[in-house]
């Protein structure tokens, strides 16, 4: 995995550059037909071994139920995770963006377990 991510010649931006960006594709801003934005965040299919996790057109759509959200109502998790444990995601119930990195190969699901966290503490002011 780290010759991949080597190899790749990846883009680099700041968490507030992946704000701007999320804000402006949700907002409509970076496409000329408003259809692509509908085309992008349409749910297409659901993992068989991640039963929380849906695909969209490059978003991927993540149910935080009861269970991780401290027995509050589920809410669901717009956008995409890292290879190496970065994430953005929108949560449209809450109007809160989440986005961030812990930088590992290995860590995967360290992101949905962070977020599950933030939204918890969100959710108590």
Known sequence: MPSLIESS???YSTTGDLLTFQ???LDG???ENACTLDALTERRNRLRNIPVLQYGLGT???NVGRLMSAGRRPVTLVGHSGA???WLFH???LDVHLAGTVDQTKGQAIPFQFMARCLNTWRKF
Do not use: H, K, S, V
Request: charged letters at 20%.
């Open 9 to 11: 010649n990846d883009l």
């Open 23 to 25: 804000r402006a594709l």
């Open 29 to 31: 801003e970076l496409f």
């Open 60 to 62: 991927m759509f993540y």
């Open 84 to 86: 190496t444990g970065t």
């Open 91 to 93: 949560c449209p119930e």
